[in-house]
T-cell receptor, first 114, second 115 residues
C-alpha cells in the first residue's frame, strides 16, 4: 500500500523552462510534506517543505503547491538549470503521530538539458 | 555545523562478518534515524531514536542492531547479513520527532555490499 506516489518515473525539460514534479498521497493524517533531491551515491538533500495549513511555499527558484482536497502536491522549479538534474523524492509525515516517520514516494528522475 | 557524517563510505563484508556503521551529527538534534535504500527505490525507515531511546523499530531483522551511545552518535551493528541486505544505508537527524515543522537532514550514506 503506497501512501505517497510519484507517478512519473522521469521528466526531461529544457534549460530555462519550468520543471513540474507531482506527488499524490492517500493518508489524510499527513500534515507536513517535504521535497528532497538526491544525486547518485549521495544522501538526500532537503529542498523545501510545506505544512498542511498552507497551500504554497516559495524558496528562490523552488515553489511547492499543496492541494489538500485533491491530496496532491507539486514542486515547480523555475528556471530549470542543468545542475537540477537529479532524483526528486517527495515525503510526507503525520506530525500528530509524534514519530517523526517520513513516508517517501518512489522518486522522479529529472533531466535538464542544456 | 549543519552536517550529518557517516563512516565508512563503502563496506564489503562476508555473511559471517561483524561490522558497524557510524553516524554523527553536531547540530543538537535529538532524533536520529536509520534508513535503507535499494537501487531505484525510496529510502525505507529502519529505526528511530528519540532522546537516545529507541522509539521505532520497523520490524527489522535482529541481524541489524542499532545503538545510540549519546545524542550525537548513532551506530548500526551488522552481523550475519545476507546478500539481499546490500544497499545504501542512510542516517538522518532532526530536532525531535514530535516537532511538526521538522525536516530531516541526511548523511551521505554507507554503500554496503554483502558477499
Amino acid at each position: 500500500d503506497q501512501q505517497v506516489k510519484q507517478n512519473s518515473p522521469s521528466l526531461s525539460v529544457q534549460e530555462g523552462r519550468i520543471s513540474i514534479l507531482n506527488c499524490d498521497y492517500t493518508n489524510s493524517m499527513f500534515d507536513y510534506f517535504l521535497w528532497y533531491k538526491k544525486y547518485p551515491a549521495e544522501g538526500p538533500t532537503f529542498l523545501i517543505s510545506i505544512s498542511s495549513i498552507k497551500d504554497k511555499n516559495e524558496d528562490g527558484r523552488f515553489t511547492v503547491f499543496l492541494n489538500k482536497s485533491a491530496k496532491h502536491l507539486s514542486l515547480h522549479i523555475v528556471p530549470s538549470q542543468p545542475g537540477d538534474s537529479a532524483v526528486y523524492f517527495c515525503a510526507a509525515s503525520a506530525g500528530s503521530s509524534n514519530t517523526g516517520k517520513l513516508i517517501f514516494g518512489q522518486g522522479t528522475t529529472l533531466q535538464v538539458k542544456p | 555545523d549543519t552536517e550529518v557524517t557517516q563512516t565508512p563510505k563503502h563496506l564489503v563484508m562476508g555473511m559471517t562478518n561483524k561490522k558497524s556503521l557510524k553516524c554523527e551529527q553536531h547540530m543538537g538534534h535529538r532524533a536520529m534515524y536509520w534508513y535503507k535504500q535499494k537501487a531505484k527505490k525510496p529510502p525505507e525507515l529502519m529505526f528511530v531514536y528519540s532522546y537516545e531511546k529507541l522509539s521505532i523499530n520497523e520490524s527489522v531483522p535482529s541481524r541489524f542492531s542499532p545503538e545510540c551511545p549519546n545524542s550525537s552518535l548513532l551506530n548500526l551493528h551488522l552481523h550475519a547479513l545476507q546478500p539481499e541486505d546490500s544497499a545504501l544505508y542512510l542516517c538522518a537527524s532532526n530536532r525531535g520527532p514530535a516537532e511538526i515543522i521538522n525536516e530531516q537532514f541526511f548523511g551521505p550514506g554507507t554503500r554496503l555490499t554483502v558477499l
